[in-house]
């Protein structure tokens, strides 16, 4: 078959049924695939400028999500599908130009992973099959939900343990515990070697992509794309195998360390999210292959159930969460925060947080930090500032690799930012410097002092943590869970010192002079 770029098809072809692909559903297996009809049946995919212009992209962002969607078409029509890969103004545009061009045809896609193209599929009369990409169908999540008194991630993670039958014994976990984050918890280690990270040739089609994106976007951000992200399915299949054999082992008690980007950027997590986020992987063969490779005998259990809590603890359970809350819950803003996004999240060697700095320009890199310093170093900078969430949240869902907003919505406004006042994480994932000093290499550099709270060198984390229990000291001390920590206040002797250096702080960030 062929792959073509333009309607009417050259082959004049009477095509029965369109399926429609989405840059996140490029599953060789899902059943919109699996069930196709090679002989009258068009796969169509659709690259839309309207999503590309606008906004301040991360350029690998957008040369991942179009250079594996350009692989995989190519792919699907070199093994014998008819294929149609339009470039067009919007992805309205685009399926109105199909439905006139084949108005006979019936229009099936799978059931996105997002509010928006939902909408717009439906508008444009195409019937939904489910979405088999994930491991819990979103009425599945809803029906757990509603039988629970409380959304807490540890009692779904268990339910989905039983129900998957993964590192259990019998009805009992595997090793007697559910849950062995307290292991979790090391800094990086003294002269620890970390492997080499898994270089990914660029090819022809890549280099095609990145000029077309330089050419056409001017104003992308970050740096060019090197060789740290796959495009292809076998691509994502080498690193899958590399963290096997090289970082899962190591994954469960250094989970949450940060050492600065020249000893280690990516620590041993797996880079597996691009990759199960565009379909190019499913979280069944990950976990299975995880599983298996445990089984060959020296990954510590702390290891591989760290790892399985993320897939299908975390993953499934932010995925749930978004459709349960609805479209409306990324506009949660129930600590009223209204600054403005800091100039330091585009210009990272503006600030001499030696943390910020080094963190940020990580992502100015490779699209890319692992969940620690985007919770405990990027997000807690934005709630300790007030940063507007959606400010925020749109900066996050430009700039990372594994963006979609699925995961990025419940993952900024619930746990990040704390936007929606506890609906789904408890507490706030407020912390001063002292945190980040205990679980990063990045104090010792630094030119403020994480210990103090009020001086002129006073580690800014540690400034506002304290600020911002004292701004919210009301709402918090009513939370059982934050509580004492607002209790804390009272045994300040130089609040108000604090407080002006707090406001000094706040003001140099914001005019990005700090
Ligand atoms: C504020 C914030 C924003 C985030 N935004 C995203 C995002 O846009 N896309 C994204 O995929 N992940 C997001 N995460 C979760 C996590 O940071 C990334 O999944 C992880 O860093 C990806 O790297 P990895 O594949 O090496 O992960 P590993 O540490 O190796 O974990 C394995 C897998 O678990 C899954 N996972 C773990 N935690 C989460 C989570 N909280 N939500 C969803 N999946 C999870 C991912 O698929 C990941 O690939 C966010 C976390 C925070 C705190
Ligand atoms: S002292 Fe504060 S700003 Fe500096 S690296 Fe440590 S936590 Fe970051």
Known sequence: MALYESLPLEDGAQISTVRFIAFDQLGHDSKIIRSIDKASDLLLFVESDENLRGKRWHIQRLFFLISSARHFSRELAAAGY???????????AALAK????????????????????????LDHGYRLLENDLFLTAKEEFKEWAASK???????????????????MDGDQPLGGTWNLDHDNRLPPPKNHIWPEYLRHERDEIDGEVIKELRAAYPNLWGDDPDQSWATTRSGALRQLEHFLAHHLKDFGPLEDAMPRAEESWQVHHSLL??????????????????IARFEEGDIPLSSIEGFVRQIIGWREYVYGIYWLFGEEYRKENRLRATRELLP????????????????????????????IPRLMVLSNLALLTGIDPEEFLDWMSEVFIDAYDWVMVPNVIGMGVHADGGRMMTKPYAAGGAY??????????????????SETDSCPFTTLYWDFLDRHR????????????VRGLDRLKDLDQLRERAREVLSRLSDGTL
């Open 82 to 92: 008819r294929v149609l890969y339009l470039r067009s103004e919007s992805f309205s």
């Open 98 to 121: 199909v439905d006139a061009a084949l108005p006979n045809s019936m229009k099936v896609a799978m059931e996105p992973a997002s509010f928006r193209l939902h909408r717009t599929l």
């Open 149 to 167: 008194k409380s959304l807490l991630m540890e009692n779904f993670y268990r339910a989905q343990r039983i129900r998957l039958n993964i590192l």
């Open 273 to 290: 999210s691009p990759y199960l986020n565009n379909g190019l992987l499913h979280p069944r063969e990950v976990i299975d292959r995880a």
């Open 344 to 371: 330091l999240f585009h210009e990272p060697k503006r600030t001499k947080m030696a943390c910020v700095n080094d963190i940020v320009s990580s992502v100015e890199k490779r699209a890319w930090v692992h969940h």
């Open 436 to 453: 980040i000093s205990r679980m990063s290499n990045h104090c010792k550099g630094c030119v403020f002092d994480p210990k103090t709270r």
């Open 474 to 485: 009301e709402e918090f001390s009513k939370n059982h869970r934050i509580a004492q920590q």
